[in-house]
């Protein structure tokens, strides 16, 4: 059970520390540029979700810096396809897609908040204890990334 909530924080973590770190986007869409060479076996897994009209050709920044965050460590630690990377891939895709659809459900009228909303989880999690200060919701969208 402990190592199952050290995978989610460290998961989270990674992936939300890394948002915003190469330019700043203004909304979801900015900024397409092409998916990581590293990260192209594993697409179908990380840009899980109807929400995404892009191939991994155009991935906004947002999309891209999460999968960074949350891929670049296991990319040089697993084997290449390994089971995994396939695993952490679908669970980033998986953490992604839900805060994305938490972010809609909290202000449905307004893509503006929505991406603020995401911002403020990214600058909670670069706080030492971030992952603790997250609303039980956001918890349980990590968590059930996990199964």
């Not at 050290?6 to 540029?33: E, Y």
Request: aromatic share 10%.
């Amino acid at each position: 059970m402990m190592k199952k909530q050290l995978s989610i924080i460290v998961i989270a973590l990674l992936a939300l520390a890394a948002c915003g770190s190469s330019g700043k986007p203004v909304s979801f869409n900015d900024q397409p540029g092409q998916l990581k060479e590293d990260y192209m076996p594993y697409a179908a897994q990380l840009m899980i979700g109807d929400d995404f009209e892009y191939s991994e050709e155009d991935v906004p920044l947002v999309h891209r810096n999460f999968i960074e965050g949350c891929m670049s460590a296991a990319v040089i630690e697993f084997e290449e396809d390994s089971e995994q990377l396939i695993n952490l891939a679908t669970r980033c895709g998986c953490n992604y897609q839900g805060l994305r659809e938490w972010v809609k459900q909290l202000y449905p009228d307004s893509r503006e908040s929505q991406f603020k909303q995401f911002e403020d989880y990214d600058k909670l999690l670069k706080n030492e204890n971030g992952f603790e200060e997250l609303s039980r919701d956001v918890k349980d969208i990590f968590s059930s990334c996990q199964s």
